[in-house]
């Protein structure tokens, strides 16, 4: 698949554009893709996806925005839907745009058979528009528009908010079903202060997580992809109430116990992926208190994965 950046764009052939911030490429998104890519096949044309390279919302929702996906990890799942390019643009370079102004700038840039976009697609300056104005506009171009109907699940519409919201709240399992994978975090391991070590629990540490959705603090049965092989894993995500009572202000840490493995993993990148949350993190009164409880969340996952596929 080719990513290209809209302001050096060279695609010369026809092809059907998808549009959308596509976070977390989602059943939704996925729907949409797919539908794309068999208009374009039947067309004998390239199908492509529009998108940014900074979610809109981010630029324009409260500063406690969050992602499903890095642009690294959005491009790498669209690409594996069969997309055959990726067109990336900045928002601020558009966001000030009429509705007309966008879509002409879209035919301009690129050389548009048709556009694929969600019922829901908002587009213009202060959103404006929506997928009606957009099929309008541009039919006076000559270029169709295919409105995709929102996919419903469990009673409710599957969304990017919606599916941020369920890993906010612990719910990784139904975030999973509706996002079509696990939700994973996806960096590079540091050092920490060998508590799990002294335990008797050795874990890896993750500190960075690039403004991805922190899933609600707790325990959780997952899997650990390392040097491209899959373990089991127990994570605790949250602020280590029970040893940093006394620190100020400390960091959401990813400590991962991985089941099964002996190594060395400082520096590695490591992709944790959250399967089912065990339990809620508390304090616990000492440290004898903390390595039952780890016992027992180790022998959950043991149990979870006797039935759940790694």
């Known amino acids: 698949m080719k990513i290209t950046d809209m302001g050096n764009c060279s695609m010369q052939q026809k092809c059907v554009l998808a549009l959308g911030n596509f976070d977390g490429v989602h059943l939704g998104h996925r729907r949409l893709l797919e539908e794309a890519a068999a208009i374009a096949g039947k067309a004998g044309v390239l199908s492509g996806v529009y998108t940014f390279r900074e979610n809109s919302k981010s630029v324009l929702a409260a500063e406690n925005f969050s992602l499903l996906t890095t642009e690294q990890e959005k491009e790498q799942i669209i690409s594996e839907c069969g997309a055959d390019f990726i067109c990336c643009d900045d928002f601020s370079k558009v966001r000030g745009l009429s509705p007309e102004e966008f879509c002409g700038y879209i035919a301009k840039k690129l050389d548009v058979k048709a556009v694929v976009c969600g019922e829901n697609y908002t587009f213009g300056k202060n959103a404006s528009a929506g997928s009606e104005d957009l099929k309008r506009i541009m039919q006076s171009k000559g270029i169709e528009t295919h409105v995709i109907p929102s996919i419903s699940l469990y009673g409710d519409i599957v969304s990017s908010t919606r599916i941020r919201n369920l890993i906010s709240c612990g ?22 202060k060998e508590l799990g070590r002294q335990l008797g629990f050795p874990t890896v540490n993750q500190l960075e997580y690039e403004n991805k959705t922190i899933p609600k603090f707790g325990v959780y049965a997952c899997v650990c992809t390392l040097d491209e092989k899959r373990y089991k894993g127990v994570v605790n995500v ?5 040893v940093s009572q006394n620190t100020e202000n400390p960091p959401v840490v990813f400590e991962t116990h991985l089941l099964d493995y002996a190594g060395n993993a400082y520096g590695k990148s490591v992709c944790v992926e959250f399967c089912k949350m065990l339990r809620e993190e508390k304090k616990f009164a000492s440290l004898d208190e903390l390595r039952i409880a780890v016992m027992k969340n180790i022998d959950d996952t043991y149990r979870y994965f006797e039935k759940a596929p790694l």
């Open 171 to 192: 719910d990784v399992e139904m975030a999973s079903e509706l996002l079509g994978y696990r939700y994973f975090i996806k960096t590079k391991v540091v050092h920490g």
């Open 238 to 242: 949250g602020v280590r109430p029970t």
